[in-house]
């Protein structure tokens, strides 16, 4: 692998020298030295053109890295439509096996249980459909995992999506800190719960405003003396080196100028991203 290295610094390097002519010229200028006019001719001749080219090198430099960045993430866009094409693929693998399954229980005069298999591959079906409205295959391959997680939690997990997030003035890494985290905390706030008791919602819309992102559990109600403090870097209720995700969630959401309320019941984070793409944005790169 080459070494890279900073434009600005390779720049700095090349105009080293220029500069070391600048001050040898006035050093002997200041001491009185006479210096032929041929000689200063060709010496501007000579620092003029190194900083022309300097200058040239460092907008070059620059160039280059703008392109590495554009085709290292090209190379994670096309990481994740894959992720994407995999799932549906397997999806449509296991398809036939589902219909022999409901075919079963039909025979059988299982009707309630082939009513609720259909709905729950309906279910997964509509999941990738709706996924694949969005304008961020990272994080729709995010969501497509997460409904893959629940359904091995036994979490019924409902997904409603009502925006291609077109123009969201935030990176799909950081959205998916905030779904990631609250997503997660959704799911294992129901594991207390019977399978039949466990479920999960996740909406995204928009209005003329805001992009709105909303989660929601069945999980048990937050005491009322936590309420105040579950954002709090390091506060959990599930023992020590916890507490870190909905503290993470908060934090990415006012650095994209957003705001999270939480609501009961049943317990509900709403994220709320404005349009506005004045809004500074002190997220790293």
């Known amino acids: 692998m080459g ?59 620059i160039s280059l890295e703008q392109q590495a960045f554009l085709a290292q993430q090209q190379a994670r866009y096309i990481e994740h439509m894959e992720e994407l094409i995999r799932n549906i693929r ?31 591959v309906a279910g997964e079906a509509r999941m990738s459909t709706q996924t694949l409205r969005l304008n961020m295959p990272e994080v729709a391959a995010l969501i497509q995992r997460k409904g893959i997680q629940a359904a091995n ?15 969201l ?22 594991m207390v719960l019977e399978p039949q008791d466990r479920f999960v919602k996740l909406e995204i819309r928009e209005d003329e405003k805001s992009f709105i992102f909303v989660v929601s559990n069945s999980g048990p109600e937050i005491r009322e003396e936590w309420r105040e403090r579950i954002f709090e870097p390091g506060f959990s209720t599930k023992g020590p080196g916890r507490g870190l995700g909905l503290a993470i969630v908060k934090e990415t959401v006012a650095q994209h100028g957003g705001e999270i309320k939480v609501s009961f019941p049943p317990i509900t984070f709403t994220v709320t991203i404005p349009k506005n793409e004045a809004v500074p944005q002190t997220a790293p790169p």
């Open 169 to 190: 003035p935030m990176r799909p890494y950081h959205l998916n800190r905030i779904l990631g985290n609250l997503l997660d905390n959704a799911m294992e706030a129901v």
């Open 3 to 61: 070494t890279s290295y900073s434009p600005h610094l390779l720049a700095a390097v090349s105009l080293g020298p220029t500069f070391v002519v600048a001050i040898l010229v006035q050093h002997l200028f200041v001491n009185g030295y006479d210096i032929p006019a041929g000689w200063m001719a060709l010496m501007g001749l000579v620092v003029g053109g190194n900083v022309i080219l300097s200058l040239v090198l460092m907008h070059r430099l």
């Open 153 to 167: 939690q036994n979490i019924a997990f409902s997904l409603s999506i009502e925006s291609e997030l077109e123009g």
């Open 90 to 120: 397997s999806q449509r693998h296991d398809f036939i096996s589902h219909l022999q399954a409901v075919y079963g229980l039909l025979q059988l005069g299982y009707f309630e249980n082939a009513r609720q298999y259909i709905a729950e």
